[in-house]
């Protein structure tokens, strides 16, 4: 009866023999295109020997061979090798968010199951317990309310992680198909109340301005001039961070329109800055393709700009700057901004605001000005479409309604 043929990348039984004053190691290795080959090593001891053979059959097995499944796998090791194709082709912002969640949410759940009990089954009970779990949430009168503890969209990209890790097990056929999907759609938790998005009203502008050009730690942190170009351009937080000299045009570019030809201040909003575990700040294109764009600066902001610009800065120095190790400015971290924030919105009785209701403040104005469609407000805010759902305040008073249905009913 025929020898039956070695496994893909396995090899068959080591052997040392004594030539003189060498030893020689060798085997029989099965490599990945089905042939198999006979590896041999030399070497003046017999461990020596031993060893330079097995260096040389984990060189020729490779790391994917290294990483490969089987039924007795886990969920744990799977994801490794899901999240080494993450880190390949996705931002660092991306792969770390998936991080994040994974190791928080999911392997605490998942990690120790082996790949075939990860079953329809078991998977639509672990779903059903995320979309059950609740947690207690102090509103603003002091008082408590139970909420789902994770919002639809938390349970998607959960999904789409457990999807991902289990595909791998399907690629190394460890089992036939993915469970994922034979899973229920996932819908949003009874109980669940969406907060609606909310800006910055005029006089709740006023009184932030008032107090951050007065409040002497505002000043030292930068802020009167951030929160002025933040509600004046709509740029993300990591965006304002990643903002250069460089980036910036005050001068203004000329526009020829139907009228006599002008001059637009603008900013080009280039990069955006992310803090990564392991790695510290970072700097990367931006969140998406579209977020990549030019946006027009209003003549107060260039007035403040221009006011506290020196001929002696770098181009390449950030906008709003922190101070590095050797003294050259460098970019400030997000959540420092986002400190600041906390500090002040508690003086100012804004206890909801975060950096993101200055974007929302600006969508909003963009949204009151008819002239402008909302694929113009899309490329000024750096979306694929206008998100007047997400981004536009709702549920201010409109006194002139009352005008214009007087006029109407008389």
Known sequence: MARPPLELGSHGEIQVTRDGSRWLARCRYRDLDGRTRQLSRWAPTKATAQKAIQDALRERSGAPQAMALGSHSRFREASEVWFAKIQERRADSTADTYANCLKKQVLPKLGELRLIECTVARLDTYFADLESARKMVKLRDGSYEERPAHAANTRR???????????????????????????????????????????????????????????????????????????????????????????????????????????????????????????????????????????????????????????????????????????????RWPANVRRSVRRIRDKVDLEWMTPHTWRRTYATILDDEITLTDRAKADLMGQAKFLKDTYVSRGELHPDAAVFLDAALR
């Open 157 to 331: 990209m959960i999904r789409a992680i457990v999807s991902g890790v289990m595909q791998q097990a399907v690629l190394n056929q460890v089992i036939p198909t993915n469970p994922v999907r034979e899973l229920e759609r996932i819908e949003t938790s009874r109980g669940h109340k969406a907060t609606p998005p909310h800006g910055l009203t005029v006089e709740e502008r006023r009184q932030l301005l008032e107090f951050t050009d007065t409040d002497q730690v505002a000043v030292r942190a930068d802020m009167p001039d951030l929160i002025r170009f933040a509600l004046g351009s709509g740029l993300r937080v990591g965006e304002i961070c990643a903002v250069r000299w460089m980036d910036l045009d005050l001068d203004g570019l000329r526009i020829v329109g139907p009228g006599e030809a002008q001059r637009v201040p603008v900013v080009a909003v280039r990069q955006n800055v992310y803090p990564i575990k392991g790695k510290g700040l970072v700097v990367h294109d931006g969140k998406s393709a579209m977020a990549l764009r030019v946006v027009p600066l209003t003549q107060f902001i260039v007035t403040r700009l221009r006011a506290r610009h020196d001929p002696l800065f770098d181009p390449t120095w950030p906008l709003f700057a922190s101070a590095g190790r050797d003294g050259i400015p460098t970019y």
